[in-house]
């Protein structure tokens, strides 16, 4: 934020501090100016003090205290002018000087402006939409990983969910990062502007204690702004990843290095639309093949369709509209309506003491299918330790995967996998490699610990007219109108 002030009052209060008529009570460290008129206060010197104990760190670089703990620093904006805004050379050095074959990250990172994006797979900032942000400073926070991260330039209190620095399932585990930005000092709202924690520094850290991950960590959100870095899939911790190229300018127009040399096209790309199937699907709702007397709820890019063959009378398929080969392969709005679906089935089945159980396999299919399968919620308790269970006596390895995550995140454009979703948000999923059994979410259902209808785990055999289909999705239809978030 802004240390300095440019009134009468706050210049005469500061000339007491300079002469020694007032003096901070603790030392004092701050970033340089944002803004010109400050920068009369900060007098030609990169960094040093300024009065006692009040030290001006300088534009950019690293405060290591006696204890170990390593602070790095940024000062000024993005899109500043003369003295208060930060140059691609500033950030480049910045990196640099810290990159190393043992990097792990820093401990804190100080800057004034936000980080664009920061909010995205988080909570939401108070007051609206967050600020801007700036694109380098996320790239920054993406590279350095630090363990907290300020800014204070907007003068609003956030504090973001903690956010994790690797891939989950891809990578070794890696130490969180919790954004905070504080308000002003003194505002009227009595938001909160300090934040005082203890803090043990990364280099005295057990790695097993460093890398421990909260129940409430999220995704990185900065890989939708700035993508992924180019790392391979078997990380070994041998070196910092650092790929980005700072060279695009204030603006946010960096690029990142392909594993093919060149540079992405610049500017918003326009949505794609699905591909298209490659013979006849069954799923693809303008298709002639598909059996539209099962189709329940259509929105603007999924629907919801009575299973074919269904366990039980109400097992249903989250489908998109288009032809999207899996949850990895979807798009943003597809996601996004699927969780409506989803929360939608939710409620309407704990309305009838009931529980979701939600999964996918994509594996020997073509076409995108959320499997949505209710057990009474008495059962509902048992069912992943009946999956675990089944699991390792097939000798497939069903991975537990944090809440927040994503799968995009987790799984490679095209690889096979099954993934399981219960009624309180819990995850897992299995990397297909070469066999898997592909009634298995079926199988596990209908076993006798849960469903106890065997006889119903092959879905070709459990095949009714299409007269009764068409009542029963009529039935369903009713049940979910007042659930359905395309009727409200």
Not at 250 to 261: T, V
């Amino acid at each position: 934020g802004d240390f300095f002030g440019i009134s009468a009052g706050a210049r005469t209060e500061w000339q007491q501090y300079q002469e020694g008529e007032k003096r901070a009570p603790i030392a004092t460290y701050v970033l340089g100016a944002n803004k010109p008129e400050h920068l009369e206060f900060y007098g030609d010197e990169d960094g040093g003090e300024l009065c006692e104990n009040i030290t001006y760190l300088g534009r950019k670089g690293v405060f290591t205290g006696a204890s170990g703990l390593q602070v790095v620093y940024l000062s000024g904006v993005e899109d500043g002018e003369g003295g208060c805004c930060f140059s691609k050379t500033d950030v480049t050095a910045l990196c640099e000087s810290l990159i190393s074959k043992n990097f792990k990250g820093v401990d804190i990172l100080l800057t004034s402006p936000w980080p664009r994006g920061v909010t995205n797979f988080g909570n939401s900032a108070d007051g609206g939409a967050p600020p801007e942000g700036s694109v380098t400073v996320a790239e920054i926070a993406k590279i350095l990983r630090p363990r907290y991260h300020f800014s204070g330039l907007e003068g609003v209190f956030y504090e973001r969910l903690p956010y994790r620095n690797h891939r989950v399932l891809a990578e070794s585990d890696k130490h969180v990062t919790r954004f905070l930005a504080l308000a002003k000092v003194g505002n009227p709202e009595k938001k909160k502007y300090l934040y005082a924690f203890n803090l043990t520094p990364l280099t005295h850290m057990d790695q097993s204690e460093l890398v421990k991950q909260p129940h409430d960590v999220t995704e990185c959100p900065y890989k939708s702004e700035q993508g992924r870095q180019n790392q391979p899939a078997d990380d070994d911790d041998t070196g910092p990843q650092y790929r980005y190229d700072l060279s695009g300018g204030a603006h946010g127009q960096g690029r990142k290095r392909g594993h093919h040399g060149g540079d992405r096209g610049q500017g918003e790309k326009k949505p794609r639309p699905p591909p298209k199937p490659t013979g006849p699907c069954w799923f693809c709702l303008a298709s002639p093949e598909v059996e539209k007397h099962l189709v329940v709820s259509v929105g603007d890019h999924t629907y919801l369709a009575l299973a074919k063959g269904g366990l039980v009378p109400d097992h249903v398929l989250i489908l998109p509209i288009g032809h999207y080969q899996s949850m990895v392969e979807a798009t943003a709005e597809v996601h996004e309506e699927i969780e409506k679906y989803k929360s939608a089935l939710r409620r309407m089945f704990h309305a009838r003491g009931k529980e979701c159980v939600f999964y996918e396999r994509n594996f020997k299919t073509q076409h995108l299918q959320i499997q949505v399968v209710p057990v009474p919620s008495d059962l509902s308790d048992e069912v992943k330790e009946v999956f675990e269970e089944q699991s390792q006596m097939k000798n497939l390895e069903l991975a537990e995967l944090p809440k927040h995550t994503d799968l995009k995140q987790v799984v490679p454009s095209g690889a096979p996998y099954f993934y399981l979703e219960l009624h309180n948000g819990d995850k897992f999923l299995h990397r297909i490699r070469k066999f898997f059994p592909l009634q298995f979410g079926r199988e596990v259902l209908a076993s006798s610990p849960l469903l106890d209808m065997s006889d119903r785990a092959d879905w070709r055999n459990c095949k009714a007219s299409k007269e009764e289909e068409t009542e029963t999705a009529k039935t369903f239809r009713k049940a979910f109108q007042g659930f359905d978030f395309n009727l409200m």
